[in-house]
């Protein structure tokens, strides 16, 4: 060891400079990093021990609420799946009739009635298309609230509402969500749901490749292109599917954690009074 000091060599492992007592600050930054690593270690301790105890009946509610919602963005996005294969039916049928229609012509009865049918039918899911939106919304946006109560979160309430229904975005908006949720969990004790990890591998896929189809339906429609198109809709949606169901679980144990944590409590204050009386 050469001391910055006087320049003198001396032995590594002495705690100063034989020459001129200077300390040697190789040991001593070794020293504070394992002061620090154990202070570090030592206040997740404490966090984790005080998350297992910790009793906040409002937010208790604000995730019973949440999975609440959760069940309820499921219920409607699987009637948007029927919704969607009725309307796959409808375009079929009336696709063909509008496009041999040529622009400049007089309509026929045929022409007028297929595009009437579909006005009716973009009128029908107008409704519980914007209902299956705004669940999907207020699901994410208080999942991600509720969660930052626990963790740092990488979205924003409004940021995780706005990426939601981007292709490819979204993947990471459930990523970030599931992660932070299994930290939570692991601080708790509770397991988290493993199965994840795969739905979001599949959920990615299917994000890009739903709309390159979605794109080509668009660009030059044919029955086989919407068909594909709408079954790789229907699939990436049930993925969807699946992984709220996996967030609003992990939502339910920390739930039912913050429940018990709040009726122990109770029961310990029952007989705290009656050992006192």
Request: net charge neutral; glycine share 4%.
């Amino acid at each position: 060891m050469i001391c910055k000091k006087c320049g003198r060599e001396y032995e590594d492992d002495m705690p100063k400079c034989l020459w001129c007592d200077a300390p040697n600050e190789s040991l001593s930054s070794q020293d504070g990093s394992e002061t620090a690593s154990a202070d570090s270690e030592a206040q997740e301790e404490a966090y984790r021990e005080s998350l297992k105890k910790l009793i906040d009946p409002e937010l208790e509610r604000a995730f019973d609420d949440n999975v609440r919602r959760g069940k309820s963005a499921i219920s409607w996005t699987k009637f948007q799946i029927v919704l969607n294969i009725l309307f796959f039916f409808v375009e079929v049928k009336t696709a063909g009739v509008i496009q041999n229609y040529q622009v400049g012509t007089t309509a026929s009865e045929a022409v007028k009635s297929a595009l009437g049918t579909i006005l009716l039918c973009l009128l029908f899911v107008a409704i519980p298309f914007c209902v299956f939106i705004g669940k999907n919304w207020l699901w994410v946006y208080h999942a991600h609230k509720e969660q930052s109560k626990f963790t740092e979160t990488f979205f924003a309430p409004w940021g995780a509402v706005i990426c939601y229904y981007i292709p490819v975005v979204n993947y990471f908006v459930f990523k970030a969500l599931l992660e932070n949720q299994g930290n939570t969990l692991k601080l708790l004790g509770i397991k988290a749901k493993t199965e994840s990890n795969k739905l979001l591998t599949w959920f990615f896929i299917f994000n890009i490749a739903t709309p390159i189809f979605n794109y080509l339906t668009f660009k030059s429609f044919n029955t086989p292109i919407l068909f594909i198109s709408t079954i790789l809709w229907i699939i990436l949606t049930v993925l969807g599917i699946k992984l709220i169901r996996v967030a609003t679980a992990n939502e339910q144990a920390v739930h039912d954690q913050l429940e018990n944590n709040r009726l122990n409590k109770k029961v310990e204050e029952i007989i705290a009074q009656r050992e006192a009386v």
